[in-house]
């Protein structure tokens, strides 16, 4: 679990993290974007990235616990 300043709810919240592999296989839909989500979320915690991914195809982002609000996190090692 990450504690980190969320924008939407203006102050620290607790975050998770999640990859996305792109492109998606996933449609465009939100529903489709959800389940993208959650397997990116569930891939990336349970598993490294299969075959060693390189990571410039992922996304990694965190999202708010609170609100669900999604930010894109590519710099990488802040929750290292
Ligand atoms: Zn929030």
Redesign the pocket.
């Known amino acids: 679990m990450n504690i980190r300043f969320?924008e939407?709810?203006e102050r620290e919240?607790e975050h998770t993290e999640a990859i996305k592999q792109k492109p998606s296989k996933y449609g465009k839909s939100k529903k489709e974007q959800f389940k993208a989500f959650l397997d990116g979320f569930f891939s990336g915690a349970a598993a490294s990235l299969p075959g060693g991914a390189s990571l410039e195809l992922t996304d990694r982002y965190v999202v708010?616990l609170?609100?669900g609000?999604q930010t894109l996190e590519n710099h990488g090692t802040e929750f290292q």
């Open positions: 969320c939407k709810c919240t708010c609170k609100c609000k």
